[in-house]
């Protein structure tokens, strides 16, 4: 066998359909375009980002703010009050994220964990966590307890 011995198998190729020629070929008079409108004009074809005449979100991009649209380098949160840990642990028990994603208190442990002073707390806890707010920390001194605040990783940001 040479290659100009190789052919397609038989039914492979059909012959090009030949549009507009005559109604008895099924595909005449309009050619399958349909009955008028853009898209049966020649030339007629949109654009990709072509959105009915709305205004495209491609020109919207640079004004949007709001619904919809999220900063993303925003650093979420899960937070946790200070009578939840209360209520979990035991007094001079040490208190972090991984600790807290065992006990139930939060969902994942790639979250990042915030201290809220909602409530009251008389148990000495070690707590280690992203972030404090005033009167958490106040109230955790004030019970004994110590607070040391975990480093943000800028560089991996989680976002929704």
Known sequence: MKLHDIKPSPGARRPKKRKGIGIAAGQGKTAGRGTKGQASRSGGVKKAYFEGGQLP???????????G???????????????TLAEKFEAGADVNPEILVKAGVTHGSDQYIAILGSGDITVPLKVVAHKFSETAKAKIEQAGGSVQTIDIVRGHHRTR
């Open 57 to 67: 979100v491609v020109r919207k991009l640079p004004f949007a703010r709001g619904v």
């Open 69 to 83: 649209f999220f900063n993303p380098y925003r650093v979420l949160y899960a937070p946790v009050n200070i009578s």
